[in-house]
């Protein structure tokens, strides 16, 4: 395949948000896209996110602009018709509760500001105002406007939906076929050799052992909640919350765990009248398990900020895994060894945020074209473990 | 207020010692406990507890009148929080 | 010494308490109504009087009675469980004033019972229509028959017990409508002289239901329901392909039971509790196997907790006796006539009632030409997603994924309604008032 030429066949590996976002590009563009997964679409972490579709957590720097790109390219499949009633745009309130919570706050704002995005800044008086199921100990906040909102699986299966592109369930894969001339030739699987022009590995926590990345990669377990509808409460949230809290720790709100367990605060009203709570950050791996101390804390946070939730069943908990990378940025672009290899993994918990954009980004780099999103921080080749043949 | 009764939706309903909210509410000659949260209509249908389409508000709270024990003047609503 | 929790005060968790007491272990018993018994041994409430029941039924529950009557069985009543997290804790609720509570055990005994199996047709979730269990449950609390002009419908030997138990506290079914035709397999019925009990019980209900002249119509289905003014019309398709209206106050409907074992965690015999299951929450088959079931799980916990090998061999034997007896009675009540296909149920028919899930909606979202997995049905349909999550509807909404689209694997139930507590919705403000971790030595509540 030369640069200029369109690859005739293109296999993913993976099939969450960034593996159904690069087949929906690529199927755009007329490219044959099969996707194989070990379970099915959107079965591991797209399947047990926040989705939050936000700048609010970001501060300066290359993951400040692939959220801003990811937000936009929300809003335009919003106005293509393509995510109708599935994005929902709505402000993000980050909440201070204390003089250290209001300094960093501040500060914060005035940076997201200086990026472009459009804040504004609420002392008590308004935002009990404008936001009034807020608890009177919340002192300060700041509305980031033009954040949003999208459950993963249904994005995941509205993309799938629209592209026709085919599926391939229950399709664990083993290992890289490698061709003679150092390209790749497929991916050997447990339902046999399933081969393609290009390869995408877009598995998350899958991708360490396809892609051999022993220490660049780890699970990171996060504990989210769902309650039951509460349509008065619902409708009287402008917008979702977030604790100021993490602020006052160096990691992001989605960073690691400064020990085996970080709480980050978010309260997010689902358009069924519900809340989505979340959540813990933990060094782990094991998805299908929830603890009472967890989601205990999770609770007593989110009332100490929305009393209204005290009144409001807990209808489930689940667990995401998500794959974290060790300087905390994802691993995008092509494989520096073959050729036609191509891995965007390691979103931990900006996967809704940014799975569209990389997947469109990934797509432009399949066709052999320059994305419009510079792929440079994310690329695999700052770590010498993804300098060897994969 | 009279000893044997609690408040459905602001009216007296009569129960015997024991007897679940769904059981006094039934014997009343209400089939329909009224709008849940969803707005769809909930009413007595399982009896143990596992459907949740009992649910009522019972002094504010929650829950599910089949598994619930009526006693003395307690307020109980509808799960919609809405009167009528 | 060792603690045992055991959910449920049915046969199979009284069996299991009785069980460990005999064995000098002590455990906790958490039963979410306030009296024990569980559905087959329901307990009149206050001062009701009980219905009338069978010798032997009588003896069965006092036996079961004198078997936790020591101090080593302590009693919680009224106390919802809300699941096992994964910490091996112990929720509970409490039903009068709506705390919750953290227990740790060293094993648990999971005797939840089972729940009824309820095929959806039209009208099935109006208001005036339950399932005949939760009739039953009225009944047995209240002793006080159920008002009006009363419908039960649906398939297997509950519904000939609740006519009989009706007939006997005066207010007798309107009609009673079986898919199968118990009278026409006299062969099969023989072979329950092998069950002297469960034929006695049986042949009891049976004659009291003949005896009293009420319509007993087999291989008859009810098709649909409506509202009509102050009162319900059924639809019924009779044996001979006859249509008939027929107008009830009450619908009671039932086709079996299932396990009441949805996010409950699999059973295992290490770790921190060990997790046993006994009785319908294992394997639906009914009382006999429950009692059985229960002594078995008791004798199970005993041996593990002590280190030593138990023998389960004479409990596993009466356990296959009544798999024996239930496979008979379903040869029995087995379908006289094909039932309508679920595919065939009109498209707004509700599957799921929780999240107001519709047949159209489930066919409307197989139309993608991938096969979709239970779990993205459950995500993009949101079906078994709501309150009950998926107890009355997952199997519905399996069975029709299975009944659309022959040539893809069948969803399991699990796939639609994960595995994970809360196993019920609960209180924000209860979990978050919970005491952590508390042991159940401190907390003895006796009824």
């Known amino acids: 395949m030369t640069r200029t030429e369109l690859p005739s066949s293109v296999l993913i590996a993976g099939c969450g948000i960034v593996g159904a976002a690069t087949a929906f590009f690529l199927a755009r563009r007329g490219v044959d896209v099969t996707i194989i997964d070990r379970e099915g679409p959107a079965a591991a972490a797209t399947g047990?996110?926040?989705?939050?579709?936000?700048?609010?957590?970001?501060?300066?720097?290359?993951?400040?602009?692939?959220?801003?790109?990811?937000?936009?390219?929300?809003?335009?499949?919003?106005?293509?018709?393509?995510?109708?009633?599935?994005?929902?745009?709505?402000?993000?309130?980050?909440?201070?509760?204390?003089?250290?919570?209001?300094?960093?706050?501040?500060?914060?704002?005035?940076?997201?500001?200086?990026?472009?995005?459009?804040?504004?800044?609420?002392?008590?008086?308004?935002?009990?105002?404008?936001?009034?199921?807020?608890?009177?100990?919340?002192?300060?906040?700041?509305?980031?406007?033009?954040?949003?909102?999208?459950?993963?699986?249904?994005?995941?299966?509205?993309?799938?939906?629209?592209?026709?592109?085919?599926?391939?369930?229950?399709?664990?894969?083993?290992?890289?076929?490698?061709?003679?001339?150092?390209?790749?030739?497929?991916i050997a699987t447990d339902k046999g050799e399933f081969r393609a022009d290009a390869v995408v590995i877009a598995a998350g926590n899958g991708a360490a052992s396809l892609l051999r990345l022993d220490g660049v990669m780890k699970p990171r377990k996060g504990q989210l909640l769902v309650t039951e509808r509460a349509p008065a409460l619902n409708a009287s949230m402008p917008g979702s919350i977030m604790s100021g809290r993490y602020l006052l720790s160096k990691g992001s709100q989605k960073g690691g765990p400064a020990s085996g367990r970080g709480y980050g605060l978010v309260v997010d009203p689902l358009v069924t009248g519900q809340f989505l709570i979340g959540g813990t950050r933990e060094d782990s791996d094991a998805r299908q398990t929830n603890d009472f101390d967890a989601v205990k804390h999770i609770l007593a946070d989110a009332v100490a900020l929305v009393p209204g939730l005290a009144d409001v069943r807990l209808l489930r908990a689940f667990a995401g895994v998500r794959t974290a990378v060790v300087d905390s940025l994802p691993l995008v672009g092509r494989w520096p060894v073959h050729d036609n290899l191509f891995v965007a993994a390691g979103f931990e918990g900006d996967g809704i945020c940014l799975g569209p954009v990389m997947g469109q980004a990934i797509a432009a780099l399949v066709c052999g074209e320059q994305p419009t999103l510079d792929l440079s921080p994310f690329t695999p080749s700052r770590f010498s473990a993804c300098e060897v043949a994969a | 207020m009279s000893d044997n009764t609690f408040l459905w939706q602001g009216q007296p309903i009569a129960f015997t010692a024991g007897e679940s909210i769904a059981a006094a509410l039934t014997a009343a000659g209400i089939m329909n406990f009224g709008p849940d949260m969803a707005g769809r209509d909930t009413r007595y249908f399982c009896g143990i507890g596992a459907c949740q389409g009992c649910l009522v508000q019972v002094d504010g709270r929650l829950t599910e009148s089949c598994l619930t024990p009526a006693s003395a003047g307690l307020q109980v609503t509808n799960a919609g929080g809405t009167h009528g | 010494m060792a603690?045992?929790?055991?959910?449920?005060?049915?046969?199979?968790?009284?069996?299991?308490?009785?069980?460990?007491?005999?064995?000098?272990?002590?455990?906790?018993?958490?039963?979410?109504?306030?009296?024990?018994?569980?559905?087959?041994?329901?307990?009149?409430?206050?001062?009701?009087?009980?219905?009338?029941?069978?010798?032997a039924a009588r003896h069965r529950f006092e036996r079961l009675m004198q078997g936790i009557a020591t101090p080593l069985v302590r009693l919680?009543?009224?106390?919802?469980?809300?699941?096992?997290?994964?910490?091996?804790?112990?929720?509970?609720?409490?039903?009068?004033?709506?705390?919750?509570?953290?227990?740790?055990?060293?094993?648990?005994?999971?005797?939840?019972?089972?729940?009824?199996?309820?095929?959806?047709?039209?009208?099935?979730?109006?208001?005036?229509?339950?399932?005949?269990?939760?009739?039953?449950?009225?009944?047995?609390?209240?002793?006080?028959?159920?008002?009006?002009?009363?419908?039960?419908?649906?398939?297997?030997?509950?519904?000939?017990?609740?006519?009989?138990?009706?007939?006997?506290?005066?207010?007798?079914?309107?009609?009673?409508?079986e898919?199968?035709?118990?009278?026409?397999?006299?062969?099969?019925?023989?072979?329950?002289?092998?069950?002297?009990?469960?034929?006695?019980?049986?042949?009891?209900?049976t004659l009291d239901v003949l005896r009293s002249g009420i319509p007993w119509k087999r291989g008859a289905c009810l098709t649909g329901i409506t509202a009509r003014d102050d009162a319900l019309e059924a639809t019924i398709l009779h044996a001979d392909g006859r249509t008939e209206i027929v107008a009830a106050d009450r619908i009671a409907l039932h086709d079996g039971i299932r396990e009441n074992d949805i996010g409950l965690p699999a059973a295992r015999n290490n770790g921190k509790p060990i997790i046993l299951k006994a009785g319908d929450c294992r394997q639906a088959l009914g009382v006999f196997a429950a009692v059985a079931d229960g002594e078995r799980a008791g004798s199970e916990a005993a041996s593990l907790l002590r280190g030593n090998k138990a023998a389960l061999t004479r409990f596993e034997r009466r356990i296959d006796r009544q798999v024996a007896a239930q496979r008979l009675l379903a040869h029995i009540f087995a379908p006289a006539l094909p039932l309508p296909p679920l595919s065939a149920l009109p498209d707004d028919c509700t599957l799921c009632r929780c999240e107001g899930r519709t047949v159209g909606d489930l066919k409307a979202l197989l139309t993608v030409k991938d096969g979709l997995s239970g779990r993205e049905v459950k995500h993009n349909g949101r079906f078994a997603m709501g309150s009950c999550q998926g107890r009355f509807c997952a199997a519905n909404t399996a069975a029709l994924m299975a009944a659309l689209r022959p040539d893809v694997p069948a969803p399991t139930l699990r796939d639609l309604t994960g595995q994970r507590w809360p196993v019920r919705p609960v209180s924000i403000a209860a979990l978050i008032g919970a005491a952590s971790n508390e042991t159940t030595n401190d907390h003895e509540v006796r009824s």
């Open chain 1, 48 to 186: 047990a996110a926040d989705g939050a579709v936000s700048v609010a957590s970001k501060r300066p720097g290359p993951m400040m602009v692939a959220a801003l790109s990811g937000v936009a390219l929300y809003r335009q499949l919003l106005a293509e018709g393509v995510l109708a009633d599935l994005f929902t745009p709505r402000s993000t309130f980050i909440i201070a509760a204390s003089d250290e919570e209001c300094t960093v706050l501040e500060a914060h704002g005035a940076a997201l500001s200086g990026e472009g995005v459009t804040v504004e800044t609420l002392g008590r008086t308004a935002l009990a105002q404008r936001f009034p199921a807020l608890s009177p100990s919340a002192r300060m906040g700041a509305e980031v406007k033009g954040d949003g909102h999208a459950i993963g699986y249904r994005i995941v299966n509205r993309l799938l939906s629209t592209s026709g592109v085919t599926v391939r369930r229950g399709v664990a894969a083993k290992h890289l076929i490698e061709a003679a001339n150092g390209r790749i030739a497929g």
């Open chain 3, 76 to 177: 919680r009543v009224s106390t919802t469980f809300l699941g096992i997290d994964g910490d091996g804790c112990m929720l509970t609720e409490s039903r009068t004033d709506g705390t919750v509570a953290a227990l740790k055990a060293d094993a648990v005994i999971l005797a939840t019972g089972a729940v009824e199996k309820i095929r959806p047709v039209p009208g099935w979730d109006l208001p005036g229509v339950s399932t005949a269990g939760g009739l039953q449950v009225m009944l047995k609390e209240t002793s006080t028959p159920p008002k009006g002009r009363i419908l039960l419908a649906g398939n297997g030997p509950l519904l000939i017990a609740l006519a009989a138990q009706m007939i006997r506290a005066g207010n007798p079914p309107l009609m009673i409508v």
């Open chain 3, 3 to 55: 603690e045992v929790i055991i959910i449920g005060g049915g046969p199979a968790g009284l069996s299991a308490a009785g069980t460990l007491a005999k064995a000098g272990i002590a455990s906790t018993l958490l039963e979410q109504r306030a009296t024990l018994g569980g559905a087959i041994h329901r307990q009149p409430v206050g001062s009701a009087k009980p219905v009338s029941v069978s010798t």
């Open chain 3, 179 to 205: 898919a199968g035709n118990p009278l026409a397999h006299p062969v099969a019925a023989f072979g329950l002289l092998a069950h002297t009990t469960l034929l006695r019980e049986a042949t009891g209900y």
